[in-house]
């Protein structure tokens, strides 16, 4: 796990400096003076779209990249690997069909958005750059994981785009650009980081591309089709489920709700830093670990990724929850996003969940049976949408949470049920139990205490730094996660050299 350790804690660190720019993005995007909740709530609904794009475009390829890899580099000499060249391939055609279907669709897309989301028909072609830049990148990246080049994508993908980003938000509220300009300059995000990862790859002699097909594609054809066909639907599903929420509200609400529940999905995506990254090392590792029937390795890293990632959670969530509307009145934000306060409550209890069973998506995915990540997926889409659907024309805003909340509850109990069932592999401990105890004790003493006594920015700062300060305490001294007491025990020495 050392190695997993090391490069996880250099990519969650780019991740969180990604956040640090992702924190200005929003607090600029949801201030009451510089852009409107509708503004805001358009930036999302591209994203969502263009990345739904990406995911019907792809074809399926991106587990292609991962699950072959080790088999194209063993097997071929880097100017036989065709590989990369036949990812991109399939992705072209997967995007010329989207972009066709799309057109198709148009008078449907005025239809549902056209009476509460008028901005979004204005721009809605703009997601195609967007879409494809997006997918040219995706596959890139998955590539360069197989050369171990997950951190590069951390940095990429969470820091550099959203310091683009911030820069445009910048022109826009010095009066440099309009709001037109800014909408495109923000479509072309993916063409910046898409660029900067294939000149790296191409500098470090990495960037094979073959148009001749290899006799590694043709002895795995079969296979690979078969792979791609199942991939396919589990990326749609993915991305759909994803982005499903903003798409309802634009729908049902209007664009303002869509902002407002973006806010509290950004604030919540803060919890996932750790899973991102761990996911960028711990795929070709499970993957390698399958191909040689290393199972101990497999739980290993297994249970090691549940604890941590619950750990990191369950710390930061409480950091917020006690801090959510101090945060908002504090920063002027707009008022309308304290509507989204139990949003991010419930969307919260979603990622611990996500977080708290660690990478079994990933094991399941890497594995021969990597089918049920697909009928899983399947099934979480399945429930979510009507639920998405019936709860938000019921409750509103606070509707899509709730459907988050049940399909991934159950969808997470039905994989947890399949690794200990068929693998004997289960994340859990009493150690688990006793974080989440911890966890909510120590919130609830903060919460009683500095409500009371402080206000401000002093009450933000000094209720977050004590539930750090105690909660770290108390996992390294009951040594609740191995990697994490290595951490801070390399901390320790470290301070204990520097007096």
């Given amino acids: 796990m050392s190695d997993i350790r090391k490069n996880s804690l250099k990519a969650t ?39 739904l794009i990406y995911a019907i475009s792809s074809l399926g390829t991106s587990n292609l990249m991962v699950k072959f890899f080790p088999y194209y580099e063993d097997n071929l000499k880097p100017a036989e690997n065709d590989l990369l060249s036949l990812a991109f391939r ?207 390795e497999i739980q290993r890293i297994y249970e090691r990724s549940s604890i941590n990632m619950l750990a990191f959670s369950l710390c930061i969530f409480f950091c917020v929850w006690m801090n959510y509307t101090r945060g908002i009145e504090l920063l002027h934000i707009h008022p309308s996003y304290l509507e989204g306060k139990w949003v991010f409550f419930l969307l919260g209890c979603v990622t611990i969940i996500e977080l708290g069973t660690g990478v079994n998506g990933q094991i399941i995915g890497t594995s021969t049976f990597w089918r049920v990540e697909l009928w899983t997926s399947l099934l979480l889409t399945l429930m979510i949408i009507p639920l998405s659907y019936t709860l938000t024309s019921k409750y509103g805003l606070i509707g899509p949470a709730y459907a988050n909340l049940i399909s991934f509850s159950v969808y997470n109990a039905v994989r947890y049920y399949f690794l200990w069932k068929k693998f004997g592999l289960q994340p859990f401990s009493w150690k688990t139990l006793e974080l989440l105890i911890m966890a909510i004790s120590i919130y609830w003493l903060i919460d009683q205490t500095i409500g009371v006594w402080m206000n401000g920015w002093t009450a933000l700062m000094v209720s977050c730094l004590m539930y750090i300060a105690i909660y770290s305490m108390w996992i390294y001294i009951r040594k609740i996660s191995p990697d994490v007491y290595q951490l801070l025990e390399t901390m320790k020495n470290r301070f204990q050299k520097s007096r």
């Fill in 13 to 51: 660190a780019w991740i969180y400096i990604g956040f640090l720019f992702g924190a200005v993005n929003t607090y600029f995007l949801t201030h009451r003076d510089w852009f409107t909740p509708d503004q805001n709530g358009l930036t999302r609904s591209l994203i969502d779209i263009s990345l």
């Fill in 90 to 296: 399939i992705s072209l055609a997967g995007f010329t069909i989207t972009a066709l279907l799309m057109w198709l669709m148009n008078p449907l897309i005025i239809k549902k958005f056209g009476t509460n989301s008028i901005l979004l028909v204005d721009y809605i072609y703009w997601t195609l750059p967007m879409g494809f830049f997006a997918l040219q990148y995706y596959i890139l990246e998955y590539y360069a994981y197989g050369f171990g080049k997950g951190v590069l994508g951390s940095l990429l993908r969470e820091t550099i785009l959203r310091l683009y980003v911030l820069i445009i938000i910048t022109l826009k509220i010095a009066g440099w650009i309009n709001f037109h300009t800014f909408i495109i300059l923000f479509t072309l995000q993916y063409g910046l980081i898409t660029c900067i990862l294939a000149v790296h790859l191409w500098k470090n002699g990495s960037l094979w591309i073959s148009f001749k097909t290899s006799r590694v594609t043709r002895k795995y054809r079969k296979k690979i089709i078969a792979m791609l066909a199942f991939t396919f639907l589990v990326v749609i599903v993915t991305f759909l489920r994803q982005s499903i929420d903003g798409l309802v509200l634009a729908a049902k609400q209007n664009l303002g709700k869509v902002g407002i529940f973006g806010l509290a999905s950004y604030m919540v995506s803060i919890l996932q830093a750790p899973f991102r990254s761990l996911v960028a090392v711990t795929v070709p590792k499970l993957s390698r670990a399958w191909k040689e029937k290393n199972l101990p």
